[in-house]
């Protein structure tokens, strides 16, 4: 359905690629990214974006009846072989579509929930009498409770069970058969709360001084147990909060949390304890490994600009690399330094060898940017990605380069431009009230084989993600990172001078004001064109 119409025009949203809103002419069949007339109702990309998301959390609740998550694992207590099991269940659903979408909508309605509470904690509703709710509008403050309540017990219906199969203290094995026991009655199992869950009621308590309605208290049996002289083995899984939350909720971005499988093995590895305190570990077949870089940057700079090298520029050190994109129309000064050359300088110097944080990147890129301030010229895009130890991809994008992630021939992971409107990217420059901060961000697991491209406009105004594909696909296991970025690069160039090529540029281009050579929907886009390729091995 339209968010909006006017005439024979119609307003969408764009939820599956980019986020935004497009416009629609329903008669001439023109989508253009602009509002078409300065009276079309004024719509909100972020606004439209959540009510989307509520929508469909609304439909899965409809269809769930219980979910993927509510029957994951099982109530009974396992033995170790049982748990191990589990581990392999809970690493196969992590390729999962379903099972994914499930984890967003948990994720997307405990967001909001902080959201609310982090409102009324600024403003406490006794005192305010209301606040303003990203979901219904002014709401009471009672109103506000009943709605944080609401989430939260949605929430723990969902995924008490997710992690019920561990954590849990099992019954001790006997050993020796001969040996008299006297039987007791068996301890009632204590209640145990999801760490998820658990953080919801803890914010919830503290912003509003009670727990939420729906908190169920746990009621414990103690029943004394008598010794025995049986030798007595006793199995636990080891799982801290830490690592239920580094495992569930360290995404550093809002898109989908990428499950570090390897990470997650090692969080709820099963350990056996023996009276001799002898430990051992029960499986350790996958045997968590820090990935390999290979990386390689290639440039050709636009045929008008071949003398003095063109404006994009690119680096790799260590486990870190990224692409600044030069603004061709932005004014620059002569006899300085151009402003991505700056950037990129500056960037090699001061990061190490190891990989950075979305933190740590968005900080050096602000010192970069300070002094390109003072002693550069022009404005430039920029992508930056750093692969850590933990084999997790962070990436910042700020303009419109590109950052993919291939695995198997497809797309495992993209960033998202960021643009003001059509040819007007995020950038950095003196001039430019653009930050490093305003990027978008990006996280993604990494496995050895998989291909990491990260490419100025020059080479994705021309080329669709598709096309890198096949590019990629074309070499084989063997290929040096250089030679596949150097394809790349050339056939970015080739499509770029074909004016019969259908391009990404051209097919948004088409029927806009003052692009009347894309008006065939038709053409490359000549320009420098630069890219990172990494290869994890």
């Known amino acids: 359905e339209p968010l909006a119409t006017e005439g024979d025009w119609a307003a969408y949203l764009d939820s599956v690629t980019t986020g935004y809103i497009y416009y629609f002419n329903g008669v001439t069949g023109e989508s253009i990214w602009e509002p078409p007339t300065d009276t079309f109702p004024e719509l909100n990309a972020d606004d439209a974006m959540k009510e989307q998301r509520r929508k469909e959390r609304r439909e899965k609740r409809a269809e769930r009846g219980g979910g993927v998550l509510g029957g994951l694992f099982g109530e009974k207590e396992s033995t170790v072989s049982k748990t191990v099991e589990q581990l392999q269940e809970l690493e196969s659903m992590a390729s999962n579509t379903e099972f994914l979408s499930e984890l967003d909508t948990v994720i997307a309605e405990a967001e909001e929930a902080i959201a609310i509470?982090?409102?009324?904690?600024?403003?406490?509703?006794?005192?305010?009498?209301?606040?303003?709710?990203s979901i219904r509008g002014f709401v009471s403050g009672e109103e506000a409770v009943e709605e944080v309540e609401t989430l939260v017990a949605d929430a723990e219906e969902r995924t008490a069970n997710i992690f019920d199969g561990f954590g849990k203290g099992k019954k001790a094995k006997k050993t020796e058969?001969?040996?008299?026991v006297e039987e007791e009655p068996t301890p009632a199992?204590?209640?145990?709360?999801?760490?998820f869950v658990e953080g919801l009621k803890?914010?919830?308590?503290?912003?509003?001084?009670?727990?939420?309605?729906?908190?169920?208290?746990?009621?414990?049996?103690?029943?004394?147990?008598?010794?025995v002289d049986a030798v007595a083995e006793e199995t636990k899984a080891d799982v801290s909060d830490s690592d239920f939350l580094d495992v569930i909720w360290g995404a550093e971005t809002s898109a989908r949390p990428t499950l570090n499988i390897a990470e997650m093995m090692k969080a709820f590895q099963?350990?056996?304890?023996?009276a001799d305190d002898k430990v051992e570990k029960v499986d350790d077949t996958d045997e968590f490994k820090t990935v390999v870089l290979e990386a390689a940057f290639q440039v050709k700079p636009h045929p008008e600009k071949v003398s003095w090298g063109g404006e994009d520029y690119g680096f790799s050190v260590g486990r870190t690399f990224g692409v600044f994109d030069g603004v061709s129309g932005a004014e620059k000064e002569k006899g300085k330094k151009l402003y991505s050359k700056s950037l990129s300088d500056t960037m090699k110097k001061k990061i190490g060898k190891e990989g950075l944080s979305v933190k740590e990147i968005t900080d050096y890129m602000t010192e970069a940017k300070e002094l390109a301030d003072e002693t550069a010229t022009g404005a430039t895009t920029a992508v930056v990605a750093s692969i850590g130890e933990d084999n997790v991809l962070r990436a910042l994008n700020l303009g419109d380069s590109v950052c993919l992630v291939l695995r198997d021939g497809a797309v495992a992971a993209r960033t998202r431009e960021i643009i003001h409107f059509f040819d007007c990217p995020y950038q950095l420059g003196d001039d430019s009230p653009d930050r490093p901060k305003d990027g978008t961000t990006l996280q993604a697991?990494?496995?050895?084989?998989?291909?990491?491209?990260?490419?100025?406009?020059?080479?994705?105004d021309n080329l669709s993600d598709a096309d890198v594909c096949d590019i990629v696909g074309s070499f084989g296991p063997k290929a040096k990172a250089a030679q596949i970025a150097k394809k790349i690069v050339d056939k970015s160039r080739v499509v770029s001078l074909d004016t019969s090529a259908v391009t990404p540029y051209s097919t948004v281009a088409r029927g806009r004001s003052g692009y009347d050579q894309y008006k065939s929907g038709r053409g490359g886009k000549v320009d420098d064109v630069s890219c990172v390729v990494v290869k994890a091995s």
Request: aromatic content about 8%; overall charge positive; hydrophobic content about 35%.
């Open 445 to 460: 697991e990494i496995f050895p084989g998989d291909i990491i491209v990260a490419g100025s406009d020059g080479v994705f």
């Open 177 to 180: 058969a001969a040996a008299v």
């Open 270 to 274: 099963v350990q056996t304890t023996t």
């Open 202 to 227: 803890n914010l919830f308590t503290k912003t509003f001084g009670k727990p939420p309605a729906t908190t169920s208290k746990a009621t414990t049996t103690a029943t004394e147990t008598k010794k």
């Open 117 to 133: 509470a982090d409102k009324i904690e600024k403003a406490p509703p006794q005192n305010k009498g209301g606040f303003f709710s």
């Open 189 to 195: 199992p204590k209640q145990e709360e999801n760490v």
